[in-house]
């Protein structure tokens, strides 16, 4: 059973930082995509930041300079850097992975956390 848990949102002053994490389990971690969407009220998901699993990794315009994504294959954990958070950055945060099920007959999954919200407000 594919499960990716996200922690690390809260609530910071602008120019702060926060560092989410997304643990995955059910996956073979090393063979997957993992990205990063944000979601704001009234907006629609988009694409944050992602990284594959042979290590390249995309940026939206809005985060570059500011926001990393990483990942640690040994603790099978994405993770999300952020810092200079701006108002605008306040969205709830997913985790989302694009790879295979772990087990003796793999399958392509495709699976989203439960989000994390982030609230950047002085």
């Known amino acids: 059973q594919v499960q990716l848990v996200e922690s690390g949102g809260g609530l910071v002053q602008p120019g702060g930082s926060l560092r989410l994490s997304c643990a995955a389990s059910g996956i073979i971690f090393s063979f997957s995509d993992m990205a990063w969407y944000s979601q704001a009220p009234g907006k629609q998901r988009e694409l944050v930041a992602g990284?594959?699993?042979?290590?390249?990794?995309n940026y939206a315009d809005s985060v570059k300079g500011r926001f990393t994504i990483s990942r640690d294959n040994a603790k099978n954990t994405a993770y999300l850097q952020m810092n200079s958070l701006k108002p605008e950055d306040t969205a709830v945060y997913y985790c989302?992975?694009?790879?295979?099920?772990?087990?003796?007959?793999?399958?392509?999954?495709?699976?989203w956390g439960q989000g994390t919200q982030v609230a950047v407000s002085s």
């Open positions: 990284i594959t699993g042979s290590g390249s990794i």
């Open positions: 989302h992975v694009d790879g295979y099920s772990s087990g003796s007959r793999p399958t392509k999954v495709d699976y």
